[in-house]
């Protein structure tokens, strides 16, 4: 029978039940010990999830019956603790995105290189079946030549939101705003479908919030296939759309709303039935954090499982995870 994969969560916050049930689902995985600095978040979730709870994250490094730790502390509060998770010889996750700088990415994928630890970015929607469709038509080279790509993420956050954590909208702890905390998602999935970006020029303002950082930013690519695109990605656009990736190349076109294709026009004729896939998951968090898909999280968390036990790379490795924010930083 195989080893059951060890889990351990720090940082207790909004999106770690999303991994706490994932861990739940999948075979030969258990939720071992989770962590805050705040004890009243560990301590609940430590209680729901029959796990043992700590307030220091050190705790969780030092045992022996943890495999994987999933770092889900604020975006600009990981380095430090991937680091010691390395040192420790533990195999990581972390959310997106995996840090706010190149060079803590840097440190971060180096420690993990050395190590030989296996780092995993979150990138939930790489994993839903809508997404990898127009993925695949890509590199099938179904749709030819790519001549544009386009990512409009119209979404709205409240001023309560951004107030609601003190990390939120703040360059330190966020990275900037629209764009590398939600447009994240869609750029990562831009640059997986269209490759990568020669250049870039974008304009940002912050219109609708009291924050530092951007809540509208427009930019127009070159891709270096020669192809070019558009991002428009905001958290000020009342009251949020589901996101939209248009993929041109020069046999046809296809549009992804949310995580469900609704085009797909090929000049050969093909046809699939639209929407694909018929039913969604679950809302794509246009307008409110809390309601994303529990499918991709499990789904990625899986993929990180099988690759502890095949001793490959997950999927979304650090250096996958770094494209999106190089591009932002951009
Ligand atoms: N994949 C997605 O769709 C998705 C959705 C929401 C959030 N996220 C990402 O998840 C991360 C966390 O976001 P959130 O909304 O859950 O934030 P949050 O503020 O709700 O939770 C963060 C938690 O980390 C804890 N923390 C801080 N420092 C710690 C430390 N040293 N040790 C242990 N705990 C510590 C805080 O006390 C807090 O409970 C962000 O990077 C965000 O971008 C991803």
Same mark, same amino acid.
């Given at each position: ?64 019956? *943890?495999?994987? &730790? ?8 990981? #380095?430090?603790? @991937?680091?010691?998770? /390395?040192? !420790? ?8 995105p ?78 900037g705003?629209?764009l590398m905390?939600?447009?994240i998602?869609?750029i ?8 990568? *970006?020669?250049? &870039? ?8 919030? #009291?924050?530092? @950082?951007?809540?509208? /930013?427009? !930019? ?104 999106a924010v190089e591009l932002i930083r951009a």
């Amino acid at each position: 029978m195989e080893r059951t994969i060890g889990f351990g969560i720090i940082g207790c916050g909004t999106i770690a039940p999303w991994h706490a049930d994932s861990v739940a689902r999948i075979e030969g995985a258990r939720l071992v010990a989770v962590s805050d600095v705040v004890e009243e978040a560990a301590r609940k979730m430590g209680q729901k999830y029959q796990a043992n709870w700590y307030t220091d994250y050190q705790k969780i490094l030092e045992r022996e019956d *943890v495999d994987v &730790v999933c770092v889900l502390t604020p975006s600009g509060m990981r #380095k430090e603790i @991937v680091l010691k998770a /390395a040192e !420790a010889g533990k195999h990581v996750v972390v959310e997106k995105p995996i840090e706010v700088t190149l060079e803590r990415i840097d440190q971060m994928i180096g420690a993990c290189e050395q190590a030989g630890v296996k780092l995993a970015v979150i990138f939930q929607n790489r994993f839903l079946p809508g997404p990898r469709r127009v993925k695949e038509a890509m590199e099938e080279g179904k749709l030819g030549k790519p001549i544009l790509g386009d990512a409009y993420i119209k979404w709205y956050r409240t001023q309560q939101y951004y107030d609601s954590g003190g990390w939120r909208g703040t360059w330190r702890y966020d990275g900037g705003g629209a764009l590398m905390n939600q447009s994240i998602h869609t750029i990562d999935l831009l640059l997986w479908i269209m490759g990568p *970006v020669h250049s &870039v020029s974008a304009k940002m303002a912050t219109l609708a919030h #009291k924050i530092e @950082v951007e809540d509208l /930013a427009v !930019a127009t690519l070159r891709f270096a296939s020669g192809a070019l695109g558009v991002i428009e990605g905001s958290t000020a656009l009342y009251p949020g759309f589901a996101s939209r990736l248009e993929i041109h190349g020069e046999n046809g076109s296809l549009i992804l709303k949310g995580e469900q294709v609704v085009a797909w026009e090929l000049k050969d004729g093909e046809q699939i039935p639209l929407p694909f896939p018929p039913q969604k998951a679950a809302a794509g968090g246009q307008a409110d954090p809390t309601k994303i898909s529990a499918e991709g999280h499990y789904l990625q968390l899986k993929d990180m499982v099988e690759a502890v036990r095949a001793n490959r790379e997950p999927l979304v490795n650090g250096k996958e995870g770094r494209k999106a924010v190089e591009l932002i930083r951009a």
